[in-house]
Antibody
Framework: QVHLVESGGGVVQPGMSPRLSCAASGFTFSDYAMHWVRQAPGKGLEWVAVIWYDGTKKYYADSVKGRFTISRDNSKNTLFLQMDSLRAEDTGLYYC???????????????WGQGTLVTVSS | NFLLTQPHSVSESPGKTVTISCTRSSGSIASNYVHWYQQRPGTSPTFVIYEDNQRPSGVPDRFSGSIDSSSNSASLTISGLKTEDEADYYCQSFDSSNYVVFGGGTKLTVL
């Protein structure tokens, strides 16, 4: 059974650079693309980034491009999101999500973690 | 990039059927798969329909999906409504410039 557990959230000041982690279990992590999706309080879902199963390709939403970096460590079954130059509008619940297709991304999400809350506030 | 537009809210009585629409602003709705997610209050989203009309295992057959090229929209239909179906529903697709698009979400009230 797919299990995704995010961590690393909290209250951070604008301009700080936290790193989120997502520990994966229950499947062969290195076979699947992975995504980050966020949700501002009381708002809808917003896709953030995707990384290919082998880390060779990464794509970002325009709202985070140049500030966030997605990465993965397949030896440790862990997905990361490095968040730089944080802004108030980055506040939200950050989910990691698995792409269901073996290999490259199919741009869909079949399993989600419980999310980690990032609050950007001075 | 295109937008996916959903009604903000819908409501219906238990046992009835409700349809939630998702209209693509530009480009053909058939160009890329549409997926649907259910998010109950305080929980993470879950897949209810993938690739336009496929139902994941464990999702009851009361849930169905379709696309309509004439209206350039996708639809999620839930029949035999139950109070447990009360949730936010999001459609999602893919922009060929390597970008995921979500609809704004529809709050379903079963009253």
């Amino acid at each position: 059974q797919v299990h995704l557990v995010e961590s690393g959230g909290g209250v951070v000041q604008p301009g700080m650079s936290p790193r989120l982690s997502c520990a994966a279990s229950g499947f062969t992590f290195s076979d699947y693309a992975m995504h980050w999706v966020r949700q501002a309080p009381g708002k809808g879902l917003e896709w953030v980034a995707v990384i290919w199963y082998d880390g060779t390709k990464k794509y970002y939403a325009d709202s985070v491009k140049g500030r966030f970096t997605i990465s993965r460590d397949n030896s440790k079954n862990t997905l990361f999101l490095q968040m730089d130059s944080l802004r108030a509008e980055d506040t939200g619940l950050y989910y990691c999500a698995r792409d269901p297709h073996y290999g490259d991304s199919a741009w869909e999400f079949d399993s989600w973690g419980q999310g980690t809350l990032v609050t950007v506030s001075s | 990039n295109f937008l996916l537009t959903q009604p903000h809210s819908v409501s219906e009585s238990p046992g009835k059927t409700v349809t939630i629409s998702c209209t693509r602003s530009s480009g053909s709705i058939a160009s890329n798969y549409v997926h649907w997610y259910q998010q109950r209050p305080g929980t993470s989203p879950t897949f209810v329909i993938y690739e336009d009309n496929q139902r994941p295992s464990g999702v009851p057959d009361r849930f169905s999906g379709s696309i309509d090229s004439s209206s350039n929209s996708a639809s999620l239909t839930i029949s035999g409504l139950k109070t447990e179906d009360e949730a936010d529903y999001y459609c999602q697709s893919f922009d060929s410039s390597n970008y995921v698009v979500f609809g704004g979400g529809t709050k379903l009230t079963v009253l």
